[in-house]
């Protein structure tokens, strides 16, 4: 049984790292006292431990996640990072698809699978994204919004440790997207860890520059974390019209795109 579950464990990693690397770089910093005992805000009923729990995220993340992701950007070239990145999000089209299934887009199912496809071959191995310059352009699939579709509310917002900003409902659905992608089972431990560790680690190189802007220009940064989570949430589960194709990348819906370095 436990060998069963271990490809679940290494495909929770980089959800992990990433929403560790966001909660870190945006929260603990915020005010504390009187803010602990602050009324709760409406749908975060457990704000004041929520915030003691950012704080712990963000030390992590200022001592080991960011210089890392620092380092993977010294260290590899633009160009070579999309490759990389390519290959990590061809291998979660398995999962998006198995979502779309379930939540009954059978349209977004289709073109998840000629995505997965054209890039799995024409692409080399997901190398490049040749489905994007096709018109076949990324969908959105994961579990908690499979739950939404069924009909089960958000829940409470929540700061989980290590795993930072959820709600009740997501964070039911992060253990059940461990389960629906093929690729998390065919591969071994080892395979499985090496790849969550390096998409982690894409991921939060991709939002250096976006977490370093909202946490300096930020009064209160765990209030601010909890905003622009719960916009591109909403985003992601059709509540609003923001429906950019690259939803894991944290950026503040009201404010400017901040500049990322272009591949060479």
């Known amino acids: 049984m436990l060998a069963r579950l271990l490809p679940y464990a290494s495909a929770m990693i ?3 790292l990433l929403s560790l690397a966001l909660a870190a770089s945006l929260g603990a910093c915020a005010t504390r006292g009187g803010d602990a005992e602050m009324a709760a805000t409406p749908g975060d009923p457990l704000e004041p431990t929520n915030r003691q729990v950012l704080d712990v ?15 993977y950007r010294a260290a590899v070239p633009a160009y070579a990072r999309t490759r990389i990145r390519n290959v990590l999000d061809n291998m979660q089209e398995p999962r998006i698809f198995a979502n ?20 799995s ?8 994204d040749v489905a994007t310059d096709f018109g076949i352009a990324r969908r959105t699939g994961d579990f908690g919004q499979t739950l939404n579709a069924w009909g089960l509310e958000d829940g409470p917002y ?21 389960f629906l992608n093929p690729i998390s089972w065919l591969l071994p431990f080892g395979g499985n860890a090496a790849r ?3 998409s982690g680690v894409d991921l939060r190189e991709q939002n250096i520059e976006s977490l370093d802007a909202l946490r300096g220009e930020s009064l209160d940064f765990y209030a601010r974390l909890r905003s622009v989570w719960q916009q591109r949430r909403n985003a992601e589960l059709g509540r ?3 429906t950019g194709d690259r939803l894991d990348v944290l950026q503040d819906p009201g404010a400017a795109p901040t500049p990322v370095p272009a591949a060479r």
Do not use: C, E, K
């Open 121 to 128: 071959t024409v692409g080399v191995a997901g190398l490049y």
């Open 240 to 242: 609003t019209d923001d």
């Open 57 to 71: 995220n963000m030390a992590v993340d200022d001592a080991v996640i960011r210089p890392v992701a620092q380092g």
């Open 14 to 16: 980089p959800r992990i």
């Open 158 to 178: 929540l700061m989980l440790p290590i795993a930072g900003p959820s709600n009740v409902r997501d964070t039911v659905g992060m253990v059940g997207d461990g």
């Open 100 to 119: 779309n299934v379930l939540q009954g887009r059978f349209l977004d199912a289709g073109h998840t699978t000629m995505r997965f496809f054209f890039n």
């Open 196 to 198: 969550a560790g390096v």
